[in-house]
Structure formats: C-alpha cells, structure tokens
C-alpha cells in the first residue's frame, strides 16, 4: 500500500517531508528493498524514498492528525464535539476510519455496513456518504 500511495521520485525538500520506510527486522528491510527497486524497474527513474531501522516513534502535531477529516470540516466538527481532548480526538478508531473513508481508502459499499457504527449525526452520515460516492 505504501508504494501505491507515495510517489518519491523527487528529493523532498526538507527532512521533515522526506519518503521513508521503517523496518524493525531484516526481512522487512529486504522486501522493503526489493518493492523499491521493483518501482525503480518500473519507472525507470530514481525512487528517493530511505529504509532504515527503527528506533523511536513521534506523533506528528495536531493540525497534521486526521488530515482528510479536517477538510470535511462540518463531518470534522461532530467528531470534535465528541472527542473534545485532542488526544482523544486522534486515537479515535472511528475518526481513523472516517479519515481514511474521505481519503478515498474505502468503498461506498464498505462503507454502508459500518456507517451505524461511527458515531455520526444522520446528517453527518449523509454527507461521508456524498463524499464517498463523490
């Protein structure tokens, strides 16, 4: 999925937005190695995505968390309503859902069966619904 959804063929312009994959063992590192000179056979261009282990991890800042759901602001605003504690607000399974939902990671179909299980307003519900069909 990470090869599908990220096109590094141009050097990021600060560290901070480079393309990375973590891996915490050695075959990780090498299917990571082989997907990435598989796109670079692909594409015959450079792909500048890094692997490199892991070692620690760092929550990104609140305004990079639920990106997708941000932009629907008003579906956004329901959720935030409900999860007022920002913490919670990113932790939330069903806000990660929604997220990935508007981010187009999801069916109208997938949807439909577990729209009743998110917590939204009939209203918010028709509205993920129009964004999804979109």
Do not use: C
């Not at 309503?81 to 187009?104: E, M, Q």
């Not at 299980?117 to 619904?129: C, D, I, T």
């Amino acid at each position: 999925m990470f090869w599908k959804m990220n096109d590094a063929r141009m050097q990021a312009p600060s560290t901070q937005y480079r393309s990375i994959v973590f891996y915490h063992n050695d075959g990780q590192r090498k299917t990571a190695e082989k997907m990435k000179a598989q796109g670079e056979a692909g594409t015959g261009a450079t792909i500048f995505t890094e692997i490199v282990p892991f070692t620690r991890f760092y929550l990104a800042e609140g305004y990079h968390q639920k990106y997708y759901l941000r932009r629907a602001g008003d579906i956004a605003a329901e959720y935030l309503a409900i999860y007022p504690d920002l913490k919670d607000f990113i932790g939330s399974t069903a806000t990660a859902r929604v997220n990935g939902y508007i981010g187009r990671q999801g069916t109208k179909a997938q949807l439909e069966k577990e729209i009743d299980s998110l917590g939204l307003s009939e209203a918010g519900r028709k509205r993920l619904l129009a964004i999804v069909t979109r």
